[in-house]
């Protein structure tokens, strides 16, 4: 109930773009942040990008300067544009969100693939 739904990825190609899209909007919660991770085979899920209610944007190192992160918490959407792809890029993106009313918690979306090719 009220997880978010990613869209976008796909199959891109060295030097590309792709976009993410989440929609949290099913959610009866306010969230205090959201954002997106990643998890690519044999690795463990790593934060990409996340935007908290305060304003604050972050980024990982391994995309600072090529991924955008963008959305409007109230409106429980967020988007991640993603350029200057790399074959490293791939990985199953999660889009989540958390919260700290009524209770610390956090949901996350099943995920969608993004493959880049050299």
């Known amino acids: 109930q009220g997880h978010p739904v990613e869209s976008g990825g796909g199959t891109g190609t060295t030097g590309g773009s792709l976009r993410l899209s989440c929609d949290a909007s099913?959610?009866?919660?306010?969230?205090?942040?959201m954002g997106w991770y990643r998890q690519a085979p044999g690795k463990q899920r790593e934060m990409v990008a996340r935007?908290?209610?305060?304003?604050?944007?972050n980024y990982s190192d391994a995309v600072k300067g090529r991924f955008t992160i963008s959305g409007d918490l109230v409106k429980k959407m967020v988007d991640l544009q993603m350029d200057a792809l790399k074959p490293e890029d791939t990985a199953v993106y999660y889009c989540?969100?958390?919260?700290?009313?009524?209770?610390?918690?956090?949901?996350w979306g099943q995920g969608t693939q993004v493959t880049v090719s050299s």
């Open positions: 989540y969100t958390a919260r700290l009313r009524p209770t610390i918690g956090s949901e």
């Open positions: 935007i908290v209610f305060d304003g604050r944007i």
């Open positions: 099913r959610s009866p919660f306010q969230n205090t942040e």
